[in-house]
């Protein structure tokens, strides 16, 4: 009989906050219950100042739960957020915190506090689009190889934590291994260096995470893995200015971003909104990339400018940016990338493949070299 979340959370009620007097489910403080074959995870929130002085609550949660039958490992985690919560949420299943790997107890330090976040890796590039659908991971995967086949070390971070791709993406399965008592090991493919949430959650299980745990995933998936030495790391970001975009521009020392974008004016506006936002807190753009650019037809040939042209071109030189490539609808550029065998290293050969090489040696000529390989962090300031 497997372990259920209610005789979890009906377990936590006997472990009791010492400060606040109640027990950390009456008190609302346990969120995030998953169970994956005997393996459970849960959150623990609590006040960012309390958090160094409430390892020992951790703990007996952690114990609380190992005493339960079928239960395989525990991991809970402390997260701090600004307030702390008031009334039950019970824990839904899907809202988990991330599985930490490094001081598991721990609260998160503030930007710029403690370790470093991936101090291997010489320079990180963001991918980034302003709205979704536009292929953005399709691109992030293939730039990525490309970056390999032009012989540097690369690593992807998957942060889109609400709609992780990179497992299917680069056909990696399968969960990753602890190099020490701390730290996990990437997982491997194609010679890259891969981190996301997919795997550690099953591929249907939705994310409801707040903003705090989400700060928190893309944390300790920079800070909490072997990454080793690294040219560059390709950050595939979810669509949009959000949480994760802030996160990485505050607390990551991004070398820069490229926009993915479609041609048609919608997309652009809301690429532009990317730019933007990326300008604002002083991170490089280093140029818009077109997707879905154009469309040739398998069978006759014929072009077809499904969604309109050169708009992220022309959006490109009215914003003083660098236009970096155009990338067609192509049926076999998204059959390798359904099927964990992207293009660019499936079909090195294609010209599909070449265009992504292309590309990627221009960002990499903006970030390498030469080129600072890391720039301070910025403040974020909200007026």
């Not at 702390?84 to 930007?111: L, N, Q």
């Not at 890259?192 to 995933?217: H, N, Q, Y």
């Not at 936002?277 to 037809?297: A, D, H, Q, R, W």
Request: aromatic share 4%; charged share 20%.
């Amino acid at each position: 009989m497997s372990i259920t979340e209610n005789q979890i959370l009906d377990a936590l009620r006997a472990v009791r906050d010492p400060e606040r007097g109640g027990d950390i489910v009456s008190l609302g403080m346990v969120s995030g219950v998953v169970i994956r074959d005997g393996n459970v995870g849960f959150a623990i929130e609590v006040e960012p100042e309390r958090g160094p002085r409430l390892e020992p609550l951790r703990k007996s949660a952690e114990r609380a739960v190992e005493a339960l039958p079928d239960v395989v490992s525990v991991t809970a985690v402390l997260t701090a957020e600004a307030n702390a919560p008031s009334g039950s949420r019970g824990g839904r299943r899907g809202e988990a915190a991330p599985h930490s790997a490094a001081h598991p107890g721990a609260a998160h330090p503030a930007p710029g506090a403690g370790q470093a976040l991936a101090p291997g890796v010489r320079a990180i590039v963001a991918v980034a689009s302003g709205k979704g659908g536009v292929g953005k991971s399709t691109v992030a995967a293939n730039l990525a190889l490309g970056m390999k086949a032009n012989g540097l070390r690369v690593g992807v971070l998957d942060a889109d934590i609400y709609g992780p791709s990179m497992p299917r993406m680069l056909g990696i399965s399968g969960r990753p291994q602890m190099a020490d008592a701390k730290i996990l090991r990437p997982m491997e493919n194609y010679g890259l260096k891969c981190m996301s949430i997919g795997f550690l959650v099953p591929e249907d299980t939705p994310m409801i995470w707040r903003g705090p745990m989400v700060m928190s995933a893309l944390q300790q998936m920079l800070r909490d893995v072997a990454w080793g030495e690294l040219d560059i790391m390709i950050v595939d970001m979810p669509p949009g200015t959000g949480d994760a975009q802030l996160t990485m521009a505050q607390q990551v020392a991004l070398a820069g971003a490229v926009i993915v974008s479609t041609p048609q004016d919608i997309a652009l506006i809301d690429a532009r909104k990317g730019l933007n936002m990326f300008t604002k807190v002083n991170v490089p753009v280093l140029g818009i990339i077109e997707n879905m650019s154009y469309f040739l037809c398998p069978h006759c040939g014929e072009r077809s400018d499904i969604f309109s042209h050169g708009g992220a071109r022309r959006e490109a030189e009215r914003l003083g940016t660098d236009f970096l490539g155009e990338v067609p609808l192509d049926l076999a550029i998204r059959e390798t990338s359904d099927e964990g065998r992207p293009i660019t290293v499936s079909q090195p050969g294609s010209p599909y493949a070449q265009t992504f090489r292309d590309i990627a040696a221009k960002v990499w000529a903006k970030v390498g070299g030469d080129a600072p390989a890391r720039r301070a962090a910025p403040r974020i300031v909200v007026e």
